[in-house]
C-alpha cells in the first residue's frame, strides 16, 4: 500500500513569503539548495521505492514523502532533521544561485 505526506510549511511565514519577487526567488534558492543537500539520501530512499521532496509552489514550500514502505516515516523524520539543521554550503549555494537565476531570468516577460 502506498503512502504519501504531504505538509504545507508556509502556513505561518506566507505573508513573508507573498511580500515581493525577491522573497519568492529566496524561497525557490532555498528549496533547491537543501534539496541538493540531501540527494544521496533521497537516492538510497529511492532504490527503496520511497521518495521526499520539499517545493516551493507559488506561496507555499511543500514537504511531501511517499512510498510503499513502513520505512516512510523514518525517511521523513531523517529528512526533517536534517531540514532543521540545515547549513548552507557556500560553494553549492554560488552554483545552485546561478541556476535558479538563469531560470527566474528566462521566465521574465520580454
Known sequence: MS????????????PILDTSPRNAALSKLFCEL????ITEDVYDASLAELSYNLFYAGEHIFVAAGGF???????TETML???????VDSERFAKI????CSFLTSRQPS
Open 3 to 14: 503512502h504519501v505526506f504531504r505538509y504545507d510549511m508556509t502556513d505561518k511565514c506566507r
Open 97 to 100: 544561485k546561478e541556476t535558479v
Open 81 to 87: 532533521e536534517k531540514l532543521k539543521n540545515y547549513k
Open 69 to 75: 514502505s513502513d520505512k516512510l516515516a523514518v525517511l
Open 34 to 37: 537543501y534539496s541538493d543537500s
